[in-house]
């Protein structure tokens, strides 16, 4: 196969890579989204598709900054995507909720949300402690184990299958190559571009993202960078679809615009072991009845684990080699969040070769292990 | 469209279909018991509401669920038909209390 040659290459077509790619259309880059194929892990399809802001940021105020500038920015996203691509990402964006069941879980919440936001540089959002008869305002049906629970008008949900599916297509229609079934095995720097060698030939690139997902673990040493990130499995159960009784999600527990009601929660550190574990499924099913007790007759029709890209300290990564200027990694685990700043304000920068201002707080050198002086 | 044939040998019973009564016989499943009262469709989709009806008879399409004594969502080929029994079928999604928002 003959060699493809681009100026950007964007490795990992999952919602991180097609998200910058679909930021980089029309300006006018020769432009490769790869994608490794229906065998990679795909945390673009397992997601639970929440657009969410409140608790983001607690240990480092720049993340709160970014995850609000995306939420904030999500509006213009949906709409450009619908624009281009006639395609519905079912944005609904009007405030999310964070129930507790009992008066310790809600102290604990909102003290842990007064330390978030009393951070020293944290640019505020809106966030609120609502009592019971609050949330029963907003989500009649609750049931009356909730206590009340923490609010932020930013939060919001969408169909997430639907937005990987308009990024692509958006990418696609202004002269992209989407390359399917391209898993990138070797990257070879070499004087003033880059080597992909895939499972589908090579393609030669001006400068490379990588936007792998777990893959960025092995695909950044390769380019000089470091990008320790590791596997955390989380799990959603499907129900039935149901009439609309959710007007707004909650972090855990929320109906799509098909009518469907999804459960979503979990963190488990297990390697790459994708399988469910029904204990977990059990105790989540259980909360979300607590939570709405009209849920109880609503049957399961199926569920599965995901896993989610974990940095050693949860926060994403953006950097430029030093060693090999021209490759970059990207690497998160808020693919539908940051999908509005990956777009709109990642994508162009990366097409000029740098990173915009507000990445720079995410460096990949704070992984690096220093010596003892 | 359908029709019985004439070896027919289960016993009548009596059901209900949208409350009206229909014969269905003795070892029909409800979606055999759908056809041979005329009933094509069984229920509209949740998503365009476009009419569905039972179409693999093995229990793996779900294009016949109907509500059964109450219960939404019934497959009605992996149900066999029983006297008195009420079949309902459906419009869109399937109901569950609805209460009204207010906006926050």
């Known amino acids: 196969m003959s060699a493809a040659r681009v100026d950007v290459a964007v490795v990992g077509g999952g919602l991180v890579g097609a998200a910058i790619a679909f930021g980089m259309r ?176 090579i393609v030669e690139c001006a400068r490379v993202v990588l936007a792998a997902g777990l893959a960025n673990a092995t695909l950044a040493p390769m380019v000089g960078l470091n990008a320790p990130v590791t596997p955390n499995k989380g799990q959603v159960i499907v129900l039935e679809r149901v009439r609309p009784f959710l007007p707004y999600p909650l972090e855990t527990l929320r109906q799509t615009d098909e009518g469907t009601v999804l459960i979503g929660d979990a963190q488990q550190e297990r390697g790459f072991d994708e399988t469910l574990d029904t204990a977990v499924l059990a105790a989540m099913a259980a909360r979300a009845i607590r939570v709405f007790p009209l849920l109880r007759d609503v049957r399961v029709t199926r569920a599965w684990a995901a896993l989610r890209v974990m940095s050693p300290d949860g926060f994403p990564v953006y950097a430029q080699s030093p060693a090999c200027p021209g490759a970059f990694v990207v690497t998160c685990h808020s693919g539908v969040t940051l999908a509005a700043v990956h777009a709109l304000a990642l994508g162009a920068a990366l097409a000029d070769g740098e990173l915009p201002a507000a990445a720079r707080a995410f460096p990949a050198d704070r992984f690096d292990v220093r010596a003892a002086a | 469209m359908f029709a019985r044939l004439p070896d027919t040998t289960g016993a009548r019973i009596a059901i209900s279909i949208d409350g009206e009564t229909v014969d269905a016989r003795a070892g029909d499943t409800v979606a055999a018991a759908l056809f041979a009262a005329g009933r094509g469709a069984c229920r509209s989709t949740p998503v365009t509401g476009a009419p569905r009806g039972p179409f693999c008879m093995m229990g793996v399409c779900f294009d016949c669920m109907v509500e059964i004594d109450g219960r939404p969502n019934q497959q009605g ?14 419009r869109g999604a399937r109901a569950i209390a609805t209460p009204d928002a207010e906006s926050p």
């Open chain 1, 26 to 201: 029309a300006l006018g880059v020769r432009l490769a989204l790869l994608d490794e194929g229906d065998v990679a892990h795909r945390a673009a399809r397992g997601n639970f598709g929440l657009i969410w802001v409140q608790g983001k940021g607690f240990g480092m105020a720049a993340y709160g900054g970014w995850t609000q500038a995306s939420a904030r920015e999500w509006p213009r996203l949906a709409a450009l995507l619908h624009e281009e691509t006639g395609i519905d990402v079912a944005l609904r964006q009007a405030g999310g909720l964070h129930a507790c069941l009992t008066a310790r879980e809600l102290d604990v919440r909102a003290e842990r949300m007064a330390r978030l936001l009393a951070q020293p540089g944290f640019e505020p959002y809106p966030i609120e402690v609502l009592d019971r008869a609050a949330v029963a305002r907003r989500l009649p049906g609750v049931g009356p184990d909730v206590v009340g629970g923490t609010w932020s008008a930013l939060d919001g949900d969408c169909n997430p299958l639907r937005l990987l599916h308009a990024l692509h297509a958006g990418v696609a229609r202004t002269g992209g190559q989407v390359l399917a079934g391209h898993r990138v095995t070797r990257i070879e720097p070499a004087a003033g571009r880059f080597v992909l060698h895939t499972s589908r030939g």
């Open chain 2, 77 to 90: 080929c992996a149900t066999r038909v029983a006297a008195g029994m009420r079949i309902v079928t459906q």
